[in-house]
């Protein structure tokens, strides 16, 4: 059971669940196009400014999302990280950050040069791929288990 009857009034309550509905496909939007600039790039050489740019955005996205989700989890199952239902998602998301933190770091150190910088980018969002998976996954059970309350009532 993903949650109990009081942490779905809890999750359906709360602001931050509505906060989170809206980041979540926006931040999939600027990575999406994101992704297409990054791709550009190294496929032609053409528009590192602006594919930087939208990693910036893009990593602004997930800092965002990062702390309202925190919010969100301590709403609704009062801790900010790490509530078993949503466990394994945080920890994934924490490489996610640091994927992106890293390249942040590349970039504003000169450590890395462009073409490497994009590649650490894509790995960045790789595992954002696999980390919205997860909680599109986590979505879904949710709604299953709305479904079977509501056929058992």
């Known amino acids: 059971m993903l949650y109990t009857g009081a942490q779905r009034a809890r999750r359906d309550a709360s602001v931050w669940t509505l906060v989170q509905g809206i980041l979540a496909p926006l931040q999939f939007m600027v990575f999406v196009i994101s992704l297409g600039l990054v791709l550009r790039f ?3 050489g053409a528009g590192y400014e602006i594919a930087t740019w939208s990693i910036l955005v893009k990593t602004g996205f997930l800092y965002l999302i990062m702390v309202t ?6 709403v609704v199952f009062g801790q900010y990280l790490f509530a078993p239902a949503f466990f394994w998602e945080d920890v994934f998301s924490f490489g996610v950050i640091a994927l992106h933190s890293a390249y942040l770091w590349a970039l504003f150190s000169g450590a890395m ?5 994009m590649v650490l980018a894509l790995a960045a969002y790789a595992a954002y791929v696999v980390n919205a998976g997860q909680f599109l996954l986590k979505l879904r059970a949710a709604r299953l288990q ?3 309350a509501e056929g058992a009532a």
């Open 42 to 44: 190294l496929v032609t």
């Open 69 to 74: 989700g925190a919010i969100w989890e301590k």
């Open 113 to 117: 040069g462009p073409d490497g910088q």
């Open 146 to 148: 709305a479904e079977g």
